[in-house]
């Protein structure tokens, strides 16, 4: 296969959208709607003051309910989409002088069949009945909040930004819901306290406002207000509809205090003694302006319950590990900048781990720092400063960033940002200056987005620069993305993250799925992709050729088959693992894959990533696949297991990661779970488990133990049992 080849495939698909039109939904009685702009415009619903309190017990039982006239006729995403909903949902809305009440009834005409899987918090959103909403408090069809729950009254919220291209599902709000199941259906009541949300001071406030119901057992999506494409969620704002009603609310002083502490007994290795620790810290909130929030912290809460999940690296480039301490998590969209739609970042100019974490993970102690994120205006705002201590030779320092996004007309935004690294040792800095936009066009099915950044250290040095452009098509049938992206070999953001840098990236992809009439089968799907890496002399390093063809189930169910033809060249050896060094040269390989899972929604359930052939100058076989058990939604254990077999001249390798997760929700404030790693390739076991129980929101007690032990001796390596314990003061 080469570029050739992949946009006559382009060119072909394109003309089958025109010759072969989108195959007719099933049997329905209602005309499916055409006209989504208007559609959207005539959803609106009207909250309701109350005076007499609302206990929050999954009933609606209180008569202030029945003076709301509850939102309805949801209409289908999926499966068919644009028609009425087969199951029907009513909404309604009320609210007093400091909270917000939404009572949701989803009816349902075989409740014994509801699905639901799991009480954890921030719980998958695909594989259960659930309820959800989205908040466009600002109005600005850009940003807001979601939030979810299933019959079991598990929670899950996001913030989101960038009309839904960026959803941050560690953001934690404050509010509460209760739900019931009955002979009907079940019900969802939830409060979320206005002091949660950002909005203006207006006496009479206008909300854009979407809802979802899925009914997991057909596989059902719908919302109230129409999306225009199968593909989109309600978490693209600008398509909600709009709340009204809501007159003289306020955010309060919005000002929240979480101080923790927390307190461990270690002990490396089996000789040495044991030894402990405490420490302790805070974080502020405050509520700037309302639409600008102002973060301080003093010795930053690490999050040193929850560990990192191995990777195994059989590529030459860095692994990206997720960032989880809660004082960068919220808003942090606004730092990121445009980027192709569906692609993994080679580059973020800012990094949040980078701050008071080395590169293999150890925390770095922080002084203190503040961060001011929001919306003035037109405009997203973010700023962060940020100071640690010296810590095991590593010197202290002191880190800026600044970003400021415009928005434009169709949710396009163009925008600009700086970070800075300065340490106590005369002369050691870096700093990045760059500029971002992403272009709206056609219902927002087209995207154009470009960057660029330069990167600047003392005496001249890391003086490089990175840029990027790229465009994307995206509707229900057919996706095709392009770009072109260039890293100097100088370029170098200290508090950024670079996968490949030292190269000229050109990626063209195109994917088509067509729908059926089949009862089972839900469409099949093909794709196309040419992926390419030049040195700057122009050598080519990497060029990968792919091709994939699968089917969808109704039940959510997929299996996806294909083949890639993989070039490297390598300059210098390379040690794919420490005893095994490939020489100076070039490789072609060709290798099949086989990606698939089942239905997930059920007690038994499995995903499979397998890949055969070629590998470098030998071959190889690699597979990864996990099985989930659940006992109801309260029990869930997942088995990962990660294995490679390759052969080459150089030496053969095996490489093993196998992991276990196990989950037990007594409630939805009270969880047990561990977290079980085997990894032969160092020969080490590594557990943590963890007690977590949610004494009010946003506020827990963690009991911890983790342990490695070394496979091969059973010797210890380390151990720790740790406390934790936060309290959220929300005045």
Request: proline residues 4%; hydrophobic residues 35%; contains cysteine.
């Amino acid at each position: 296969m080469t570029l050739r080849t992949t946009f006559a495939t382009l060119l072909l698909l394109s003309l089958a959208r025109v010759a072969f039109p989108q195959a007719k939904p099933a049997t329905s009685e209602s005309t499916p709607i055409t006209d989504y702009e208007k559609a959207r415009q005539e959803r609106v619903l009207h909250a309701v003051r109350t005076t007499t309190s609302i206990v929050i017990d999954g009933k609606l039982e209180e008569a202030a309910w029945q003076t709301a006239t509850p939102a309805t006729n949801f209409i289908e995403v999926q499966p068919r989409h644009g028609t009425p909903a087969s199951e029907q949902t009513e909404v309604r809305i009320l609210y007093d002088d400091t909270n917000l009440y939404i009572g949701a009834f989803c009816l349902d005409s075989h409740p014994k069949e509801i699905r639901v899987n799991t009480l954890q918090k921030d719980f998958s959103s695909n594989n259960t009945d659930l309820f959800g909403l989205v908040l466009d408090t600002l109005h600005n069809r850009q940003s807001g909040f979601s939030f979810w729950t299933n019959p079991a009254g598990a929670r899950r919220d996001t913030q989101i930004d960038l009309d839904g291209e960026r959803t941050d599902a560690e953001w934690d709000g404050v509010w509460q819901v209760a739900t019931s199941v009955n002979e009907k259906g079940w019900i969802a009541e939830i409060v979320i306290p206005f002091k949660t949300l950002r909005f203006t001071e207006t006496s009479s406030q206008e909300w854009g406002l979407n809802m979802v119901r899925r009914t997991r057992r057909t596989n059902e999506d719908s919302t109230w207000t129409p999306l225009p494409l199968r593909s989109t969620s309600i978490t693209r704002i600008s398509f909600a509809g709009r709340l009204v009603g809501l007159d003289g609310v306020h955010q309060g002083r919005n000002f929240k205090f979480k101080p923790y502490g927390i307190g461990s007994v270690k002990k490396a290795g089996a000789t040495n003694p044991r030894t402990s620790s405490f420490n302790a810290g805070f974080d502020l909130k405050y509520g700037f302006t309302p639409k600008l929030t102002l973060d301080g912290t003093f010795r930053t809460d690490f999050s040193q319950v929850e560990a990192d999940e191995q990777q195994v690296n059989l590529t030459r480039f860095n692994l990206l590990f997720p960032e989880k301490r809660e004082f960068f998590l919220e808003s942090s969209g606004i730092f990121e900048i445009a980027s192709t739609p569906d692609e993994t970042a080679n580059v973020l100019p800012f990094f949040s781990r980078r701050i008071g974490l080395s590169a293999d993970g150890q925390p770095i102690p922080i002084v203190g720092g503040t961060r001011l994120s929001g919306r003035a205006g037109d405009y997203d705002l973010g700023a962060v400063a940020m100071r640690t201590e010296e810590d095991g030779g590593v010197p202290a320092s002191t880190f800026l960033v600044g970003r400021v996004r415009r928005n434009l007309p169709g949710t396009s935004t163009i925008g600009a940002i700086f970070t800075s690294r300065d340490s106590t040792v005369s002369g050691d800095f870096n700093r990045l200056y760059g500029a971002d936009t992403r272009l709206r066009f056609f219902d927002k099915k087209l995207d154009v987005v470009g960057y660029f950044l330069g990167t600047e250290g003392p005496d001249g040095k890391d003086g490089g620069n990175a840029g990027l452009l790229g465009a994307a098509w995206r509707d229900d049938r057919l996706k095709v993305l392009s770009q072109y992206e260039k890293v100097d070999a100088t370029f170098r953001p200290d508090i950024g993250f670079v996968r490949r840098n030292a190269s000229a990236h050109t990626d063209a992809q195109v994917s088509w799925e067509q729908r059926t009439k089949s009862e089972w089968l839900r469409s099949w799907i093909a794709t196309s992709r040419v992926d390419r890496y030049a040195a700057p002399d122009g050598t080519v390093e990497t060029r990968q050729e792919s091709a994939t063809f699968g089917i969808i189930l109704q039940n959510a169910a997929q299996f996806v088959g294909g083949a890639v033809k993989q070039f490297e060249h390598l300059s210098a050896p390379f040690a794919i693992r420490p005893d095994v060094i490939l020489p100076v040269g070039d490789y072609d390989f060709l290798r099949y894959t086989l990606t698939g899972n089942t239905d997930l929604s059920r007690a038994v359930s499995g995903t499979l990533n397998a890949s055969t052939g070629d590998f470098w100058n030998g071959t190889s076989q690699q597979i990864s696949g996990t099985l989930n058990l659940r006992a109801g939604h309260q029990l869930t254990v997942s088995t990962t297991l990660n294995l490679t077999d390759a052969k080459l001249p150089a030496g053969d390798f095996r490489t093993t990661l196998l992991s276990t997760r196990v989950l037990l929700g007594f409630t939805s404030q009270l969880f047990l779970s561990s977290f079980l790693q085997y990894n032969a390739t160092i020969n080490q076991f590594t557990s943590n488990t963890r007690f977590n129980f949610i004494h009010r929101p946003l506020s827990d007690l963690f009991v911890v133990y983790n342990e490695r032990r070394d496979t091969n001796t059973q010797a210890l390596i380390d151990r720790a049992f740790i406390v934790k314990f936060t309290n959220m003061f929300d005045f």
